[in-house]
């Protein structure tokens, strides 16, 4: 069964912090693995990820892909409470089938 | 440029009740989805098309319907609510070719509570 797993469920970190989120995935047909974040509404796209090694960047935020060992990593640094959101990863399996994560639940404090 | 317009925005509804979600994008999409969120679940697919009428069950159909008469357009229909039902809904479109590929855009969300 297709699965994708976020971790950590939740953080909480100080404003200025450099915070890693992890997306470990196991899914048929890889096509994509995209990266959204959701406040308080629809989730928005951040990243979409293809090729392994490859360093997606905006901003402060950055992703990265390793499909040989299955994962990508969202960071974000010197974090501001903007940031606070849940970030979604999930995974394009085939044409149009996405597996989503959990999400992460980011809380930056002042 | 609306993207993705859900509607209602938020809506109760008594058990047994019936009604429709309205989604409708602008971007000339394919690919449009229906999913429901809720605590700490993710998101689930209900329902998805694949273009003007097709369309196919998803992981989570049973007490769901919807059509797909137009590009634009894919309503969900709700037929004798149920408390399971109380999710927050979301809509959502991708093109199926070109630079934005796979890349899902997605609606407001329509809070529904059913008591």
């Known amino acids: 069964e297709d699965k994708v797993v976020q971790s950590p469920l939740s953080l909480v970190v100080h404003e200025g912090d450099t915070v890693t989120l992890n997306c470990s995935y196991e899914v048929t047909n890889f096509r994509s693995l995209l990266w959204y974040k959701q406040e308080k509404k629809a989730p928005t796209f951040l990243f979409m990820l293809?090729?392994?090694?490859i360093e997606k960047k905006s901003g402060r935020l950055s992703s990265i892909l390793d499909k040989k060992e299955l994962f990508s990593i969202l960071n974000i640094t010197a974090t501001q409470t903007g940031d606070s959101a849940i970030y979604l990863c999930a995974v394009c399996s085939g044409t149009y089938k996405y597996i989503f994560g959990t999400g992460t639940r980011l809380k930056v404090l002042a | 440029n609306a993207g993705v317009t859900q509607t209602p925005k938020f809506r109760i509804l008594k058990i047994g009740q019936s009604m429709t979600l309205q989604c409708t994008q602008d971007?000339?999409?394919?690919?449009m989805y229906w999913y429901r969120q809720d605590p700490g679940m993710g998101l689930k697919l209900i329902y998805y098309?694949?273009?003007?009428?097709?369309?196919d069950k998803g992981e989570v159909p049973n007490g769901y319907n919807v059509s797909r008469s137009t590009t634009e357009d894919f309503p969900l229909r709700l037929e004798l609510a149920a408390p399971s039902q109380t999710s927050v809904y979301f809509c959502a479109s991708s093109p199926d070719r070109g630079s934005g590929a796979n890349v899902l855009t997605f609606g407001a969300g329509s809070r529904l509570t059913v008591l």
């Open positions: 971007m000339n999409h394919n690919y």
């Open positions: 293809t090729s392994s090694g």
């Open positions: 098309s694949v273009g003007a009428g097709i369309t």
